[in-house]
Each structure stands twice: as structure tokens, then as C-alpha cells.
């Protein structure tokens, strides 16, 4: 599935211009992928999809009824609770991750909330870094925002094939 997603990613920049799941599911039978992992792909962006629209939806909500002392936003000094299902199947690794992203401002709590969402649903034990990396861009792309230069290189790069200076 993760070829799938990074394919979609390199292939359409933007996310608003991915054609359709249904015309974007012919594109990748015609790539070669095959039929399962294009349809869990396709679930899972399909699923993306929803889960940033109804953040888009709850900003809105936030910004019209800021008045309304129910309706708030995240305090800067909160802090978010992993659940023990949340811990095993991310890891430290991508919590820890995800921690060093939240404080270097680049992943608001709505888009920490949708990362974790996303990879929630993802089988098979625990995520791996690089699967996290992939869900992150992914949910970047999705909201049609691009993650600064050298983030988007923490994201992309292989450490393994780093030199050390």
C-alpha cells in the first residue's frame, strides 16, 4: 500500500490535482500496481479524504464561533495522552518523532490528530518510521499545504544512506 501512496505523492504534486479514486484506480492498474494494494491505497486516501475535511470543517467552527467559550482551540501548553493502544502500535520511534515534529511547529495538533488517525488503521503490528514519514506527507498533501524544505528532507531522506561530515 505505502508504494501506492508514495507513488500518488510523487505523481500528483497537489493534492487537488489527483483525479478521481475511480479514474486514479485505472491509472494504477495501468502502472502495474497490483489490485490489493491499490484498494487498500485507495481506502485509505479515501479515508484521508474525510478526515481532513471534517478538521477543515472543525476550523471553521472553531474561527465562527469564537465567541462561544465551549468551542476552543488547543492550548499551546497542552499536552497529548497516548493511549496504551496508541503507544504499542506506534512505537517510540514514531511518537518520538512525532513529538520532535509537534515542537518544531510543524505538525499543528489538528494534523498530529489526523497522522495518528491514519496510521491507526494501519495493519499489521507496529508502524515503522518510514511508514509514519509517509503518512505524514501524505496528510500534508491531503491539506494541500508543503511541509518546509528541511522537514520535507527529514521526511524523504533514507538515513541509511547519509555521510557523516
Excluded at 38 to 46: E, F, K, P, V
Excluded at 124 to 145: A, R
Aim: glycine residues 4%; negative net charge; aromatic residues 8%.
Amino acid at each position: 500500500m505505502f508504494e501506492v501512496l508514495v507513488y500518488v505523492y510523487e505523481n500528483y504534486w497537489h493534492g487537488d490535482a489527483c483525479p478521481e479514486l475511480a479514474h486514479l484506480e485505472r491509472k494504477l492498474n495501468a502502472v502495474g500496481f497490483e489490485s490489493d494494494e491499490i484498494r487498500d491505497a485507495l481506502n485509505w486516501l479515501g479515508d484521508l479524504n474525510l478526515a481532513t475535511q471534517r478538521e477543515s470543517w472543525r476550523a471553521e467552527q472553531i474561527v465562527s464561533a469564537s465567541t462561544d467559550a465551549r468551542v476552543t482551540r488547543q492550548s499551546s501548553n497542552s499536552m497529548r495522552v497516548y493511549s496504551v493502544a496508541e503507544q504499542t502500535h506506534l512505537g517510540a520511534s514514531c511518537l518520538g518523532f512525532i513529538t520532535f515534529l509537534e515542537s518544531s511547529n510543524v505538525l499543528p495538533a489538528t494534523m498530529r490528530e489526523i497522522v495518528i488517525d491514519r496510521a491507526m488503521v494501519i495493519p499489521d503490528g507496529e508502524v515503522s518510521l518510514d511508514e509514519l514519514k509517509i503518512i505524514i506527507l501524505m496528510v500534508h498533501w491531503s491539506l494541500g499545504e508543503e511541509p518546509d524544505a528541511l522537514i520535507l528532507d527529514e521526511l524523504c531522506d533514507a538515513k541509511a544512506e547519509r555521510v557523516a561530515h
